[in-house]
T-cell receptor, first 116, second 117 residues
């Protein structure tokens, strides 16, 4: 079974621009989560989607947004990029169903975003 | 608020030595899940183990073993007879269940393990 895929793998943008990152989960997984990883802040949760609905959101400004499509694929968007947004953005999928049990998350290779 | 502490920032051991990575967590919930992930130089986080708060049995998988102790809020990870391929950053993570399954993971800061040949 194919793993989580993320595109693009590398991206260079300038301040003020916006960017869209894409994530395709493992087949059959309906939950997709996004994380930001930086040397200073470590791994931080951005948001989680399940059946096209955002179920949980981390402590990030409104410039960070996401969505999930009916095929479970997800995108995240960052508008008005700042230098501090330079990071590795990781997407993870899991078998999470409607209730009661937390499954492990499987991560993609990440998109490394550099803002200049 | 939940919190995960990995006090060991970096560890170096000589190949074939055993090494234990510490993880201490804080949570007010009675139902929660603990995880370990490995991040090799390639950057992708690799899932190693999941443990729920009601299962305190230790687990062994090949050279890897995990010691979960609720009394001390710890979930330590031991690699026996370490190998160079074990060199990576290891993260401990905590997830709390809220109703229909909270997929938010709170990560520790990671421990960089270097195995010296």
């Amino acid at each position: 079974k194919a793993g989580v895929t993320q595109t693009p793998r590398y991206l260079i943008k300038t301040r003020g621009q916006q960017v869209t990152l894409s994530c395709s989960p493992i087949s059959g997984h309906r939950s997709v989560s996004w994380y930001q990883q930086t040397p200073g802040q470590g791994l931080q949760f951005l948001f989680e989607y399940f059946s096209e609905t955002q179920r949980n959101k981390g402590n990030f400004p409104g410039r960070f947004s996401g969505r999930q499509f009916s095929n479970s694929r997800s995108e995240m968007n960052v508008s008005t990029l700042e230098l501090g947004d330079s990071a590795l953005y990781l997407c993870a999928s899991s078998l999470a169903k409607g209730g009661g049990l937390t499954y492990e998350q499987y991560f993609g290779p990440g998109t490394r975003l550099t803002v200049t | 608020a939940q919190k995960v502490t990995q006090a060991q920032t970096e560890i170096s051991v000589v190949e074939k030595e055993d090494v234990t990575l510490d993880c201490v967590y804080e949570t007010r919930d009675t139902t929660y899940y603990l995880f370990w992930y490995k991040q090799p130089p390639s950057g992708e986080l690799v899932f190693l183990i999941r443990r729920n708060s009601f299962d305190e049995q230790n687990e062994i998988s090949g050279r890897y073993s995990w010691n979960f102790q609720k009394s001390t809020s710890s979930f330590n990870f031991t690699i026996t007879a370490s190998q160079v391929v074990d060199s990576a950053v290891y993260f401990c993570a905590l997830s709390e269940e809220i109703g229909f399954g909270n997929e938010k993971l709170t990560f520790g800061t990671g421990t960089r393990l270097t195995i010296i040949p």
